[in-house]
């Protein structure tokens, strides 16, 4: 085949000698490897790499000092069989932390924090937040306790909390008794 400017060669090819038609040859230049970069490799030219670029950011930011570093205990109250199937989201300064039922440690650098979480089922329900100051050193507790319907606030404190919403569960059970079940029981 003839191209343009008369020559056989493909002027897209790549030389014998490795380097393509136009760039010239830098002293002490590697040539790329391919795609993606292999392991061992420097990055390619032009911007350098983030640190955690394209992963989810998560609690404590990078860069926090772990020497002497104050701690939340952080109790969710309640288990997978008394609350929710679904574990409360947890967030601290608006970072999620990953949490389970129970007592979780959290490290954080010193400072005031805000503390916040919600449960979830189908929507999000018994939001709550609680500010806390800590000094180096110092462990704060947190407890943290999702309502019993969805349609109230969660509680959250230094203490152990109240679940709310009982008294209008107990009403909903009792309702579908006396509407439902007796009803069907006198047959009628």
């Known amino acids: 085949m ?34 993606p970069v292999q392991p061992n490799q420097p990055p390619a030219q032009g911007y350098p790499p983030q640190p955690g670029a394209g992963q989810p950011q998560s609690y ?10 104050p701690l939340i205990r952080l109790t969710v109250q309640g288990s997978v069989l008394t609350s929710n199937m679904l574990t409360p989201k947890v967030q601290i300064d608006g970072y999620p932390v990953s949490v389970s039922y129970g007592l979780n440690t959290i490290p954080v ?10 449960a979830t089922w189908i929507v999000q329900y ?9 000094a180096p050193g110092q462990t704060v507790d947190v407890y943290y306790a999702a309502p019993f319907v969805q349609f109230m606030k969660g509680s959250m404190g230094p ?20 509407f439902g079940v007796i009803p069907i029981m006198l047959g009628g």
Request: hydrophobic share 25%; proline share 16%.
């Open 159 to 178: 203490t152990k909390q109240p679940r709310k919403g009982l008294w209008v569960l107990i009403a909903v059970i009792v309702l579908i008794i006396v």
């Open 60 to 69: 404590p930011p990078s860069g926090s000092p772990a020497t002497q570093s």
């Open 109 to 118: 650098p010193p400072g005031t924090h805000t503390v916040s979480a919600h």
């Open 2 to 35: 003839t191209y343009p400017g008369g020559g056989q060669q493909d002027p897209w090819q790549t030389p014998q000698g490795g380097q393509p038609r136009g760039y010239p040859v830098q002293p002490n230049q590697q040539t790329p490897q391919g795609y």
């Open 126 to 134: 018994g939001q709550a937040s609680y500010d806390v100051t800590l």
